[in-house]
């Protein structure tokens, strides 16, 4: 191929075919080696390996465990591309030859079972893929391309660890941020929109004290377990009846603890909850309901002392700039064939990917590439089924690898040469 007049589908197909039997090697060695947020190591240090062989300058270290990659081909737009690294608390259960065997401690000291259930070992192995194809085929583009490997996204600590450190001072300003995920849906699909895609989220703890007593005698304590029992329950009612039918938001209770044994009835109980939202105004009106409900039901059981409701984490809106996105979406049109490019509503799934763009004061994108069976999800689709599916964050998470590969390494490189100076 003469690689002066390649275009995007013959850098992403032609060249792909060559590359796929490593990427997919790279792929399960990855997935096989989960690392916890922060954690990164190992993973950052095969992506800063893969950069250099590329030609890329590489810094390392970015944001603690992040690796930023530049590869310079002349004056034209600079085009981020962003992939993250971390994995969960998961002990994988999907049964794969490849499955995580992992255990580390996690940053309470608990050993936990690791696994990537989210897809970011598939992320990481996409912009190794396409780093290598697009300094493959530089006879035929002009401009900058810088590769993010991101760390501490399920944590959403890991892209603004890495502004903290310098990251926009450090490297130069892009002209389009670009990045996508696995989910689940038809492999060899990708789906997106304009505007809001992914939602905003805010996690907290939430500590309510009592008084302990003997099982026996509950009228000497202030049972923390009752009062922790009711706060979740009227916590459900905030969705049901305080947010409007044409708004959306969602408030999970994803852990409740108190108590060592069943005749003793604790001092206190540890709620810690999860809010999605998609508006900045039914946010702060749900999080003022939180506020409320948690204080009045301690008072009602006539605490000792007020609730400590202590902030976890919290993610941005991520927003695709309307231009940015018409960009992306003809590209692939362009590329692939009209039935694997579909619109989709926004995601209650929250990323930090949005903090780039929106920080850095530049047109973002951010997509979605499903990564199951088709015929799975097409059965699934006609019995109405599609929850019952594995999805992110589950122990039985796993996307099919072909044709997931290779269209989550089409669509970066597809991405990239629509800013990319011929």
Request: glycine share 8%; hydrophobic share 45%.
């Amino acid at each position: 191929m003469n690689t002066k007049q390649a275009n995007a589908s013959e850098v992403a197909s032609g060249s792909l075919r060559d590359l796929l039997p490593d990427l997919e090697k790279l792929y399960k060695d990855i997935h096989s080696h989960p690392e916890l947020s922060m954690q990164e190591t190992r993973t950052a240090g095969i992506a800063a390996d893969r950069l250099r062989a590329a030609g890329f300058e590489v810094t390392t270290g970015v944001g603690k465990t992040g690796v930023v990659g530049l590869l310079r081909n002349g004056d034209g737009p600079t085009v981020m591309l962003r992939a993250d690294m971390d994995a969960l608390p998961v002990a994988e259960a999907t049964g794969a030859a490849y499955a995580s065997k992992v255990t580390a401690t996690d940053p309470d000291g608990k050993a936990v079972p690791v696994m990537h259930a989210c897809g970011h070992d598939m992320h990481v192995t996409w912009l190794a893929g396409a780093t290598a194809l697009l300094a493959q085929t530089r006879d035929s583009w002009k401009g900058t391309l810088m590769a993010v490997f991101q760390p501490a996204e399920e944590t959403a600590a890991g892209a603004q660890a890495m502004i903290d450190d310098g990251l926009f001072k450090r490297f130069p300003k892009p002209d389009v941020v670009l990045g996508q995920h696995v989910m689940v849906g038809p492999a060899g699909v990708i789906g997106g929109r304009t505007g809001t895609i992914t939602s905003a989220a805010d996690s907290f703890q939430i500590r309510l004290f009592g008084r302990g007593a003997h099982g026996s005698m509950p009228q000497t304590s202030i049972d923390p377990v009752v009062m922790a029992a009711a706060t979740v329950m009227r916590l459900q009612g905030i969705v049901a009846r305080e947010v409007a039918p044409t708004e959306a938001a969602v408030v999970t209770v994803g852990a409740l603890q108190a108590g060592t044994k069943e005749n003793v009835i604790p001092d206190e109980a540890i709620i810690k909850l999860n809010v999605r939202t998609f508006d900045a105004g039914v946010r702060q009106r749900v999080l003022a309901a939180i506020t409320r409900i948690v204080n009045a039901e301690a008072a009602a059981s006539g605490a000792p002392k007020p609730p400590e409701i202590t902030p976890l984490d919290r993610y941005p809106l991520a927003t695709n700039n309307p231009a940015a996105t018409q960009r992306v979406v003809e590209a692939f049109r362009k590329h692939f064939p009209a039935e694997r490019v579909r619109q989709t509503g926004p995601a209650s799934a929250s990323e930090d990917f949005g903090s780039f763009g929106a920080e850095w004061g530049v047109p973002s994108v951010f997509w979605f590439v499903g990564g199951t069976d088709p015929d799975t999800y097409a059965k699934a689709k006609a019995t109405n089924r599609i929850n019952e599916i594995p999805s992110n964050h589950s122990p039985f998470f796993l996307p099919v690898l072909h044709p997931t590969l290779e269209t989550g390494v089409e669509t970066l490189v597809v991405a990239s040469r629509a800013w990319l100076a011929s």
